[in-house]
């Protein structure tokens, strides 16, 4: 990561609700339909190609790379990339979008000083090791594990202590877990006072409810862990459950910058305090 005393601020707009982000929609569907148009100019017909730009995380100038296989296709017979998983950086670390965000958020906005405690929540991810290299200690804790409450009855928990962690992180995970509700509260309990909760996960930001995908949508019948697939596809009802499950503020934050290789539409990080 870049020193903390040298970053750029995330460019991105905050939401807390549906109705704030449709409103935001109305007063920007020209600047919107421009972007559009320009990222529909760089579709093309070749497996990849590249762009001038600068990483944020890493501050300098670089090209990104993009591929286009899967991508939406225009009528010519071009495509245009999948943005979110693609725009990869060509630091040792290969970061997409979403990943180079991830990393700009907790920089420039969250904060990641040298005696932070850290969770990582979740399988491992791309931006791991910049985390590590940044944090005073990091803890790997991949799913909920049956244990025991203070109240001596057994329960679906993180195995850590309350007030563990000064932050924890989740890069695409939290709709792989079929107990989501009850994730979400044992994260808040394991954060220490003014904690911060910082996450990527696929989103569907026109869907105002979230929809349980996996077969058996009883949490109390189906233990909370990693799944194949899709638990949940996630919509803004997100929100309500994460100041449901404790947490004071929580935001959706919707970034784009051609320059800092955060191309594309729908491009969303999550932040919650508790």
């Not at 979008?97 to 420039?108: E, G, K």
């Not at 995970?173 to 044992?186: G, W």
């Given at each position: 990561m870049a020193d903390a005393d040298l970053h750029v601020h995330l460019p991105a707009t905050s939401f807390v609700s549906l109705a704030e982000?449709?409103?935001?929609?109305?007063?920007?569907?020209?600047?919107?339909?421009?972007?559009?148009?320009?990222?529909r100019d760089l579709a093309s017909a070749d497996p990849e190609?590249?762009?001038?730009?600068?990483?944020?995380?890493?501050?300098?100038?670089?090209?990104?790379?993009?591929?286009?296989?899967?991508g939406e296709a225009t009528e010519d017979g071009r495509r245009i990339p999948?943005?979110?998983?693609?725009?990869?950086?060509?630091?040792?670390?290969?970061?997409?979008?979403?990943?180079?965000?991830?990393?700009?958020?907790?920089?420039?906005?969250?904060?990641?000083?040298?005696?932070?405690?850290?969770?990582?929540?979740?399988?491992?991810?791309?931006?791991?090791?910049?985390?590590?290299?940044?944090?005073?200690?990091?803890?790997?804790?991949?799913?909920?594990?049956?244990?025991?409450t203070k109240e001596g009855t057994r329960a679906y928990r993180i195995q850590a202590a309350s007030g563990a962690f000064h932050l924890v992180v989740?890069?695409?995970?939290?709709?792989?877990?079929?107990?989501?509700?009850?994730?979400?509260?044992?994260?808040?309990?394991?954060?220490?006072?003014?904690g911060q909760f910082v996450f990527t996960v696929p989103f569907h930001y026109r869907a105002p409810r979230s929809v349980a995908t996996w077969n058996n949508p009883s949490e109390a019948v189906r233990p909370p862990r990693e799944i194949s697939g899709e638990a949940y596809a996630l919509g803004w009802d997100l929100l309500e459950w994460l100041r449901e499950a404790g947490f004071a503020d929580a935001r959706a934050h919707l970034y784009w910058s051609d320059e800092l290789g955060y191309c594309g539409f729908g491009n969303f990080i999550f932040s919650a305090t508790n």
């Open positions: 982000f449709e409103e935001w929609l109305r007063t920007m569907q020209p600047r919107l339909d421009a972007r559009y148009a320009f990222e190609f590249s762009r001038d730009g600068t990483c944020a995380p890493c501050l300098r100038r670089m090209r990104f790379t993009c591929r286009t296989e899967g999948n943005w979110r998983e693609q725009m990869t950086c060509d630091c040792e670390d290969h970061l997409n979008n979403r990943s180079r965000a991830l990393l700009h958020y907790l920089d420039a906005e969250a904060g990641l000083p040298a005696w932070s405690r850290v969770l990582l929540f979740g399988r491992p991810a791309a931006t791991d090791r910049r985390i590590e290299a940044r944090a005073g200690e990091t803890c790997r804790i991949r799913c909920l594990a049956l244990g025991w989740s890069s695409d995970y939290l709709h792989q877990v079929p107990s989501l509700r009850t994730a979400l509260a044992e994260l808040n309990r394991v954060l220490a006072p003014g």
